[in-house]
């Protein structure tokens, strides 16, 4: 699995920026019946610092979305619905794997995301995930609520504006032996 931090153009705020600090990739292996049944869960995979400035004098504009996207490539004949197929060996059931045994979790110690702690999925390529919903209303930093999304950062704001990422994966037995490969990609977003 890959993924992919995106930030889309200012509008109103100074600069809207995502500061990674995790690498870029994880791999599963499931190499034991144990694993195929229980699955395997990577606790903060990902770890997302948010960092949004306000213009001077300040905008009351000036607020953010960030969301979470899975794609498998489609462009190579991928359905759908599926993870993209690198390679096969022996014997399947003739299906790869499916997008939706993919599951993950966003935490934060504020609790400021909607789906905060609660595992969530993906049924196809294309689909998203809002950490930080658009909501239109500004839920300015300092306060520890809901939908935090005015300005601040994860220096001077960080229970509000560092997110973990949990990724959990249980395939069972359904799907032909292989490599295959999902991108999760982020994106925060200003918001009119």
Sequence with gaps: ???????????????VEIVPNTSEQ?????????KYIAGITYHGTAKVNVKVDDQAPPNPGCKWMLTMTVENHPS???????????????????SPAKIDILE????????????DGIYQTFTET????????NTGIRVNAGSCQKNVNG????????????????????????FDPGIYQLQVKFALVEVP
């Design 1 to 15: 699995m890959i993924w992919i931090l995106e930030v889309k153009a200012q509008i109103v705020c100074a600069d």
């Design 26 to 34: 994880v791999d599963y292996v499931f190499d034991s019946f144990s």
């Design 76 to 94: 190579s004949g991928t359905g759908a619905t599926h993870w993209e197929t690198l390679s096969t060996y022996g014997a399947g059931s003739s």
């Design 104 to 115: 993950v979790r966003v935490t934060n110690i504020c609790n400021t995301s909607p789906i």
């Design 126 to 133: 294309g689909d998203f995930i809002e950490i930080i919903e």
């Design 151 to 174: 300005p601040g950062n994860y220096m001077m704001n960080y229970d509000e504006f560092h997110f973990q990422i949990d990724f959990r994966i249980v395939p069972s037995f359904g």
